[in-house]
């Protein structure tokens, strides 16, 4: 069964999604690729990845967490997933670029490919997308905006990739 949450934060409404005990998906609404509940989904705020997750998320934006401790079920290709798993290492506060994230990921020159991968993150804040930036640090593509994407930055101290 699939539930969902909507939950509250600084920069506006994130829609939480469990597929069983693990988060599946997290976005703002209304940012691109954002799902909209379906008619089969149920709203379950009380479930408990979904309550972790908004527990968490009030951490991260309080100044009192640094990473996500949360069960979770993506669907993606096994490229995307490579990508998804080497942005999530990207630590609290650093940034690094679309070329270097694609080296990581085991495609160096593959900078473009390591972007649309990253637009597609289907776990947003929790698998960090917000820290991926263009070479030279310009903030480039955030499915939930790039004001989000500067916001977040801000919140972390992030400093230029490298």
Known sequence: MIRYARIATPL?????????EAL???HFEGGRHAPSPATHWREAPDHPPLR????????YF??????????????GTPFQKRVWREIAR?????TI???????RAGVPGAARAAGAATGRNPLSIVVPCHRIVATGGALTGYAGGLARK?????????GAAG
């Open 12 to 20: 506006g409404t994130l829609l939480a999604v469990a597929e069983g």
């Open 24 to 26: 599946a998906a997290l």
């Open 52 to 59: 972790r997750c908004a527990a968490q998320l009030a951490d």
């Open 62 to 75: 309080a100044g009192c967490r640094r990473g996500f401790d949360l069960p979770v079920a993506v669907t």
């Open 90 to 94: 990207v630590p609290f506060g650093e």
């Open 97 to 103: 670029t679309y070329a270097q994230l694609a080296a």
């Open 150 to 158: 500067s916001r977040l930055l801000a919140l972390e101290g992030a």
